[in-house]
C-alpha cells in the first residue's frame, strides 16, 4: 500500500528571501518561479539554475513534477538557495527514503548567516569614522 500525496506544500529560506514550493506530480514536467519559467526567472544565468536542478538527478526519473515557486524578498542568489531548500523539503515528503542523500549533498542545511544591524555612531556594522591622532 503506498501512500502517493497529491500535493506538498514547503518552505524555505535564506537571508531575507522566503520560497514556497508547490510540488504535484504530473504527466509532464515544469517548474515556475512567480509564473516565469525558471530559466527567465534567473535572467538565463546558468548558475543559479545549477543551484536547483541537480535536487532531481536525486529522484526517480519516472516520476514527472509540475513545480510551482511563489519567491520573495532578498536577490537572486539568495532566492535560488531559498528555493533549494524548499524543494529539497517537499522531494522528502513525498520519497523520506531519500533523506540521507539529500543531507549528504547539503540539500537541506540552511544557511543561517544574514546581514548584520548597523550600531548606533557608526556609518555602517563595522565601519567607524577615521580615527585622526593629531
Known sequence: ???????VLCSGGRK?????????PSVKKSILINNKKAFHYFQKNKILLA????IFQLVNPGINYKVEISVQGGGLSAQAQA??????KAILEYNPQLK???????FLTRDMRIKERRKYG????????????R
Do not use: D
Not at 1 to 7: N, Q, R
Not at 16 to 24: E, F, G, K, Q, R
Not at 83 to 88: E, F, G, Q, S, V
Open 122 to 133: 557608526l556609518k555602517k556594522a563595522r565601519k567607524a569614522i577615521q580615527y585622526s591622532k
Open 100 to 106: 540521507s542523500s539529500l543531507k549528504l549533498g547539503k
Open 16 to 24: 531575507t528571501a522566503s520560497a514556497v514550493v508547490n510540488l504535484t
Open 51 to 54: 543551484k536547483i536542478f541537480p
Open 1 to 7: 500500500m503506498s501512500l502517493i500525496k497529491e500535493k
Open 83 to 88: 528555493i533549494k531548500l524548499a524543494l529539497a
